[in-house]
């Protein structure tokens, strides 16, 4: 049903899982909408407890839903003092038997690993996770919950391998590899059993003998100890483990709150060279960050070496960049038949790999790819008519997920250190394409551990954790990620909980930059990086900047006196607002020439930033736009020269003052220096750069920090927006600002899975000669007929196709065979249609490893000029903005309804409420539901 709203809820918590009652929590009927990120009201919540729960909601017309299906949740152990164990290591393979002498009716593992771990009982692995977090070790280190009921029998044994990880690799150091574990078991007549870490274990230096992050993993099968993970090993040879030191006096034992990393995906070899003598080079043909699995058989004590790369030389040797960071796995045969093996405690950045050493020949199956990375929820999908936006894209996507380990990275290779800039200028990015809840609620907490740790006043560094890696305090432009990243959780999320938890640190820092603040103006100057790896200046990538710093000691000002105001904080509200009032009077004074229209140097970040903040005074507004325009359009021949920080902001400027014909024009470029430029050059994630080629580089080529572009996708091209005023998506724009280039991109296929449902916005604008419909793997094409019925198929293609509407083009390459006739099973006879984009729907993979489309036009019916479909979640209402394609009398209809007609709204169809013409568009206001609306203009 539409425009359905929520009017109360009734929750019920107890340790029942039958929940017969809410002997836990009883919230009784609860008047509200709210229907996400609701407190926990009911009694103290015990530790190493399961939970059972359930739900019940009215509408705004007072219908009762039935009671939800139950769901559960455990807790952890809450309290320092309810760990038994102690912190034992000493090896780097630690075992422990124990027996039960009944049944064990519930168990919980609570690990804790440092650096990595790896869990056994009975033989099975626990888990499917990869590699740990990185946390301010000394502050917090970070524990993980397993069920691990169905792991137990009456003879059991417990085993963990150590990796250093972070936490004994020698850029952090904190302390040898060390584990403490807890593994609480009831057992059937309601006794407990308690296994811990002590000096009882037993621990051998194992087969892994050298790991690191940057170096690799050395694993000598010869010293395996078969049976070692499993009850009645003969343990002879092993020693007691050794009771080693916490991290610190002090330290936090806290659960983990992200997702773990996993290996996501798998990728074979799709070639394999060998440049010389020797030396194998497999090319995965995508850029990850992972590792590599080898599959080999050979006489016992062969050493087979492979090391990882992102490129090659011109004669097809790897081209290793990173002398820090080596990169090379080694495996020492113990000469048994086939012999496989995957790191445990390293992980690449890479698309090459060369082997050496091999015995015999390699084969496409003697090397696999496993591309790792924190699981995180991919709720977000936009897809284009536009091929190498969708290529943009895709090395977009990757570029993030490679660079999220735990916490946010800079790349997989040279540092793999949570660099706060890059983490703030893509995180509207990640936000839009995956569910980042967890992750960035846990990085806050990273940045505050850091801030607290060794009394830093208020300040924080460049990268999270620290340790040395980068500078204190932190240029403004990085470390604003304390405050952006907070203030967007609230905005994005509707977490208001984490506003007051994370409040007193954020003031810390934002008066810390007050305090560093040049006494005579109030601006801030200070600046490290500033719009890092910007073009304008030709001088490198550092270009300090007192213009970017006091934009976002500005954004700063404005956001916490915002909050504060919000939590009735009403000195410091007025105080920040009073300081953002000060730097906007003297902005244009410091930076501002009138003469010349420009700010400082006039480069393109320069005047986007003024813009962006709406600082500039009304009677320069256009003197402003003129020169950012000519910069663009003249001195750059429509490419921009932006560093990190610029990027973010020039495509939104652009559409902000009528010019996203420009700012796609800027997009889809492909020649130096863009986006297409890399792709143009190989690229399947984005570069640290804009320079180089496929050969030359002047950085890494997985870098995610020029990745801020997506979100403008979602919000411009998809036109998927949050209403001004409001958050968590509870109120909804949707406008796509597509009137100026519907003659160059012809469809966007866009959608966000939100925590209130699904968001969907997704249009086709036609050509006035054909019907025609796109979209990428993994879409659906949708043809509607205004009058008519389809009657022939005049292209099909699932495939590579190109062309546009009316003018496509079969690639004989890639083309499934089915195309015509799957459209025409489809489409022919009927007056809408919709097909899967898909492998399976054509019955084949006409080009494998590609990410393919399907076109199609077809004859016989009449059509809409335009066609905009979206779906608003329950509970939430929403703006829709229809563009009018440049006509100014059009009719629209939503579904087989008449809603705009001869210039007024027609009423009458249900979840729409009202139509107003905005100029370019006409905007409904509908609540919630899917909606499909024509665009009908006259002939």
């Given at each position: 049903?539409?425009?359905?709203?929520?009017?109360?809820?009734?929750?019920?918590?107890?340790?029942?899982?039958?929940?017969?009652?809410?002997?836990?929590?009883?919230?009784?009927?609860?008047?509200?909408?709210?229907?996400?990120?609701?407190?926990?009201?009911?009694?103290?919540?015990?530790?190493?407890?399961?939970?059972?729960?359930?739900?019940?909601?009215?509408?705004?017309?007072?219908?009762?839903?039935?009671?939800?299906?139950?769901?559960?949740?455990?807790?952890?152990?809450?309290?320092?003092?309810?760990?038994?164990?102690?912190?034992?290591?000493?090896?780097?393979?630690?075992?422990?038997?124990?027996?039960?002498?009944?049944?064990?009716?519930?168990?919980?593992?609570?690990?804790?690993?440092?650096?990595?771990?790896?869990?056994?009982?009975?033989?099975?692995?626990?888990?499917?996770?990869?590699?740990?977090?990185?946390?301010?070790?000394?502050?917090?280190?970070?524990?993980?919950?397993?069920?691990?009921?169905?792991?137990?029998?009456?003879?059991?044994?417990?085993?963990?391998?150590?990796?250093?990880?972070?936490?004994?690799?020698?850029?952090?150091?904190?302390?040898?590899?060390?584990?403490?574990?807890?593994?609480?078991?009831?057992?059937?007549?309601?006794?407990?059993?308690?296994?811990?870490?002590?000096?009882?274990?037993?621990?051998?230096?194992?087969?892994?003998?050298?790991?690191?992050?940057?170096?690799?993993?050395?694993?000598?099968?010869?010293?395996?100890?078969?049976?070692?993970?499993?009850?009645?090993?003969?343990?002879?040879?092993?020693?007691?483990?050794?009771?080693?030191?916490?991290?610190?006096?002090?330290?936090?034992?806290?659960?983990?709150?992200?997702?773990?990393?996993?290996?996501?995906?798998?990728?074979?070899?799709?070639?394999?060279?060998?440049?010389?003598?020797?030396?194998?080079?497999?090319?995965?043909?995508?850029?990850?960050?992972?590792?590599?699995?080898?599959?080999?058989?050979?006489?016992?004590?062969?050493?087979?070496?492979?090391?990882?790369?992102?490129?090659?030389?011109?004669?097809?040797?790897?081209?290793?960049?990173?002398?820090?960071?080596?990169?090379?796995?080694?495996?020492?045969?113990?000469?048994?038949?086939?012999?496989?093996?995957?790191?445990?405690?390293?992980?690449?950045?890479?698309?090459?790999?060369?082997?050496?050493?091999?015995?015999?020949?390699?084969?496409?199956?003697?090397?696999?790819?496993?591309?790792?990375?924190?699981?995180?929820?991919?709720?977000?999908?936009?897809?284009?008519?536009?091929?190498?936006?969708?290529?943009?894209?895709?090395?977009?996507?990757?570029?993030?997920?490679?660079?999220?380990?735990?916490?946010?990275?800079?790349?997989?290779?040279?540092?793999?250190?949570?660099?706060?800039?890059?983490?703030?200028?893509?995180?509207?990015?990640?936000?839009?394409?995956?569910?980042?809840?967890?992750?960035?609620?846990?990085?806050?907490r990273n940045i505050q551990d850091e801030q607290q740790y060794d009394n830093k006043?208020?300040?924080?560094?460049?990268?999270?954790?620290?340790?040395?890696?980068?500078?204190?305090?932190?240029?403004?432009?990085?470390?604003?990620?304390?405050?952006?990243?907070?203030?967007?959780?609230?905005?994005?999320?509707?977490?208001?909980?984490?506003?007051?938890?994370?409040?007193?640190?954020?003031?810390?820092?934002?008066?810390?930059?007050?305090?560093?603040?040049?006494?005579?103006?109030?601006?801030?100057?200070?600046?490290?990086?500033?719009?890092?790896?910007?073009?304008?200046?030709?001088?490198?990538?550092?270009?300090?900047?007192?213009?970017?710093?006091?934009?976002?000691?500005?954004?700063?000002?404005?956001?916490?006196?915002?909050?504060?105001?919000?939590?009735?904080?009403?000195?410091?509200?007025?105080?920040?607002?009073?300081?953002?009032?000060?730097?906007?009077?003297?902005?244009?004074?410091?930076?501002?020439?009138?003469?010349?229209?420009?700010?400082?140097?006039?480069?393109?970040?320069?005047?986007?930033?003024?813009?962006?903040?709406?600082?500039?005074?009304?009677?320069?507004?256009?003197?402003?736009?003129?020169?950012?325009?000519?910069?663009?359009?003249?001195?750059?021949?429509?490419?921009?020269?932006?560093?990190?920080?610029?990027?973010?902001?020039?495509?939104?400027?652009?559409?902000?003052?009528?010019?996203?014909?420009?700012?796609?024009?800027?997009?889809?470029?492909?020649?130096?220096?863009?986006?297409?430029?890399?792709?143009?050059?190989?690229?399947?994630?984005?570069?640290?750069?804009?320079?180089?080629?496929?050969?030359?580089?002047?950085?890494?080529?997985?870098?995610?920090?020029?990745?801020?572009?997506?979100?403008?996708?979602?919000?411009?091209?998809?036109?998927?927006?949050?209403?001004?005023?409001?958050?968590?998506?509870?109120?909804?724009?949707?406008?796509?600002?597509?009137?100026?280039?519907?003659?160059?991109?012809?469809?966007?296929?866009?959608?966000?899975?939100?925590?209130?449902?699904?968001?969907?916005?997704?249009?086709?604008?036609?050509?006035?000669?054909?019907?025609?419909?796109?979209?990428?793997?993994?879409?659906?094409?949708?043809?509607?007929?205004?009058?008519?019925?389809?009657?022939?198929?005049?292209?099909?293609?699932?495939?590579?196709?190109?062309?546009?509407?009316?003018?496509?083009?079969?690639?004989?390459?890639?083309?499934?065979?089915?195309?015509?006739?799957?459209?025409?099973?489809?489409?022919?006879?009927?007056?809408?249609?919709?097909?899967?984009?898909?492998?399976?729907?054509?019955?084949?993979?006409?080009?494998?490893?590609?990410?393919?489309?399907?076109?199609?036009?077809?004859?016989?019916?009449?059509?809409?000029?335009?066609?905009?479909?979206?779906?608003?979640?329950?509970?939430?209402?929403?703006?829709?903005?229809?563009?009018?394609?440049?006509?100014?009398?059009?009719?629209?209809?939503?579904?087989?309804?008449?809603?705009?007609?001869?210039?007024?709204?027609v009423p009458g169809t249900s979840g729409i409420s009202s139509g107003v013409d905005?100029?370019?568009?006409?905007?409904?206001?509908?609540?919630?539901?899917?909606?499909?609306?024509?665009?009908?203009?006259?002939?």
């Amino acid at each position: 049903m539409r425009a359905s709203k929520q009017s109360a809820y009734h929750i019920l918590v107890s340790k029942s899982s039958s929940v017969l009652s809410g002997d836990v929590w009883d919230s009784g009927k609860v008047p509200s909408s709210q229907s996400t990120l609701i407190a926990f009201g009911g009694l103290a919540l015990e530790s190493d407890t399961s939970y059972f729960w359930k739900v019940k909601w009215w509408d705004s017309t007072g219908n009762e839903s039935p009671f939800s299906e139950v769901a559960q949740f455990d807790t952890g152990l809450y309290k320092t003092s309810d760990w038994q164990g102690q912190w034992i290591g000493g090896f780097n393979q630690l075992r422990t038997e124990f027996s039960l002498d009944e049944e064990p009716v519930r168990a919980r593992l609570f690990i804790l690993g440092l650096g990595y771990y790896r869990a056994y009982i009975n033989g099975r692995r626990i888990g499917d996770h990869v590699l740990g977090p990185f946390t301010t070790f000394q502050k917090r280190v970070l524990y993980d919950t397993h069920d691990v009921t169905d792991y137990l029998s009456f003879s059991n044994a417990l085993a963990v391998e150590l990796g250093a990880g972070w936490y004994a690799q020698g850029s952090v150091n904190v302390g040898p590899r060390t584990l403490l574990l807890q593994l609480n078991i009831q057992l059937k007549s309601g006794k407990n059993f308690t296994v811990v870490s002590d000096t009882k274990w037993q621990g051998i230096q194992g087969p892994v003998t050298e790991d690191d992050i940057y170096v690799g993993e050395t694993y000598d099968a010869r010293l395996e100890t078969p049976g070692w993970d499993r009850p009645h090993f003969n343990s002879t040879g092993w020693s007691s483990a050794v009771v080693v030191h916490a991290p610190s006096s002090s330290v936090t034992i806290s659960s983990q709150v992200i997702q773990p990393i996993k290996e996501i995906d798998s990728y074979t070899p799709v070639s394999i060279s060998q440049p010389s003598a020797g030396v194998y080079v497999f090319d995965f043909g995508q850029n990850m960050a992972g590792y590599c699995e080898l599959t080999v058989s050979g006489p016992r004590g062969t050493k087979v070496l492979f090391q990882h790369a992102e490129m090659l030389y011109p004669d097809g040797n790897i081209h290793h960049l990173y002398p820090n960071s080596p990169e090379i796995d080694t495996y020492i045969l113990k000469g048994e038949g086939i012999e496989v093996y995957k790191p445990r405690f390293t992980y690449h950045g890479f698309q090459y790999v060369a082997l050496t050493g091999y015995p015999g020949v390699p084969d496409l199956d003697t090397l696999k790819a496993y591309f790792i990375h924190t699981a995180l929820p991919e709720t977000g999908e936009i897809v284009f008519s536009n091929k190498l936006l969708n290529q943009i894209q895709h090395i977009t996507r990757f570029a993030s997920l490679s660079n999220f380990m735990n916490i946010p990275t800079d790349c997989p290779q040279r540092e793999r250190r949570g660099w706060l800039g890059d983490a703030q200028l893509s995180a509207e990015t990640t936000i839009h394409n995956f569910d980042m809840s967890a992750a960035y609620t846990n990085f806050i907490r990273n940045i505050q551990d850091e801030q607290q740790y060794d009394n830093k006043n208020g300040n924080v560094g460049d990268c999270v954790p620290f340790y040395g890696h980068g500078g204190i305090p932190a240029d403004p432009a990085w470390g604003t990620a304390y405050t952006l990243l907070w203030y967007w959780m609230y905005q994005y999320y509707g977490d208001t909980q984490i506003l007051s938890q994370y409040y007193d640190g954020v003031k810390a820092h934002l008066e810390a930059l007050v305090s560093n603040t040049n006494k005579t103006t109030g601006l801030l100057t200070f600046s490290r990086y500033g719009d890092w790896c910007g073009l304008a200046t030709g001088d490198g990538c550092a270009y300090p900047s007192a213009v970017v710093s006091s934009f976002y000691y500005l954004t700063q000002l404005e956001m916490v006196a915002s909050v504060a105001s919000m939590l009735g904080k009403t000195t410091d509200a007025a105080r920040y607002s009073s300081l953002a009032s000060n730097v906007r009077s003297v902005w244009n004074r410091e930076f501002y020439n009138p003469i010349s229209h420009i700010y400082e140097h006039g480069y393109q970040t320069e005047q986007a930033l003024a813009l962006y903040l709406n600082i500039v005074a009304p009677s320069e507004k256009n003197n402003v736009i003129k020169e950012l325009l000519n910069d663009i359009t003249v001195k750059w021949t429509n490419h921009l020269n932006t560093g990190i920080v610029g990027t973010k902001y020039l495509l939104p400027v652009l559409s902000s003052i009528g010019r996203t014909d420009l700012a796609y024009t800027i997009a889809t470029q492909d020649t130096y220096p863009s986006w297409g430029y890399m792709i143009n050059n190989g690229a399947t994630t984005l570069w640290e750069n804009w320079e180089g080629d496929r050969y030359t580089t002047y950085g890494s080529r997985n870098h995610i920090m020029f990745g801020s572009q997506s979100d403008w996708y979602f919000k411009v091209l998809g036109g998927i927006n949050l209403t001004p005023g409001t958050v968590g998506f509870t109120s909804i724009d949707y406008k796509p600002d597509v009137n100026s280039i519907v003659n160059q991109l012809t469809s966007v296929s866009s959608s966000i899975r939100t925590h209130r449902g699904l968001v969907e916005s997704s249009w086709n604008a036609y050509s006035a000669n054909a019907l025609c419909g796109d979209g990428g793997e993994g879409t659906t094409v949708s043809l509607y007929c205004s009058d008519g019925l389809i009657s022939g198929i005049t292209f099909a293609s699932y495939g590579l196709p190109t062309g546009t509407c009316g003018a496509f083009k079969t690639n004989p390459s890639c083309d499934a065979k089915r195309s015509v006739q799957v459209a025409q099973q489809a489409c022919l006879g009927k007056k809408s249609c919709s097909i899967q984009v898909s492998n399976a729907n054509f019955g084949e993979d006409p080009c494998p490893n590609i990410v393919k489309h399907f076109y199609i036009q077809v004859s016989g019916c009449a059509y809409p000029a335009f066609v905009y479909r979206v779906t608003v979640p329950v509970n939430s209402d929403a703006k829709v903005s229809v563009p009018k394609i440049g006509h100014a009398n059009v009719t629209i209809t939503e579904g087989q309804s008449t809603v705009w007609q001869n210039g007024k709204f027609v009423p009458g169809t249900s979840g729409i409420s009202s139509g107003v013409d905005s100029g370019e568009d006409i905007t409904f206001t509908a609540g919630s539901g899917s909606y499909v609306f024509s665009v009908n203009v006259p002939k």
